[in-house]
């Protein structure tokens, strides 16, 4: 069970990046999926979750009209849309398994096998 994020990289503020979240070893379409990150120096902090069939998503109040989180089953994959981006967005990005479904996320443990991270700068 191997779920990796990918798709960071150093952006100007207002810029965009998409993240992938690809699953290996089991089928992603069985689980919801979280996006987290961390920031140098700070908490690890929910951004975005999706139920398993992609018919219900959360996202936290920063990125709310910004961030959007979808999902492709038939590919196995999970993302991350990040449109004006800010230097606060700065952060390791990473994919969970989330087990209530997103019910529980702000309670940030409902987590299941987390992904290796990306890492997203925004910065002029």
């Known amino acids: 069970v191997q779920l990796q994020a990918s798709g960071g990289g150093l952006v100007q503020p207002g810029g965009s990046l998409r993240l992938s979240c690809a699953a290996s070893g089991f089928t992603l379409g069985y689980y919801a999926i979280a996006w987290l990150r961390q920031a140098a120096g700070k908490e690890r902090e929910w951004v975005a979750c999706i139920s398993n069939s992609g018919g219900m998503s959360t996202h936290t109040d920063s990125v709310k009209g910004r961030f959007t989180i979808s999902r492709d089953n038939t590919k196995n994959t999970v993302y991350l849309q990040m449109n004006s981006l800010k230097p606060e967005d700065t952060a390791a990005y990473y994919c969970?398994?989330?087990?209530?479904?997103?019910?529980?996320?702000?309670?940030?443990?409902?987590?299941?096998?987390w992904g290796q991270g990306t890492l997203v700068t925004v910065s002029s």
């Open positions: 969970a398994t989330e087990l209530s479904q997103c019910r529980d996320i702000a309670t940030m443990t409902s987590f299941g096998p």
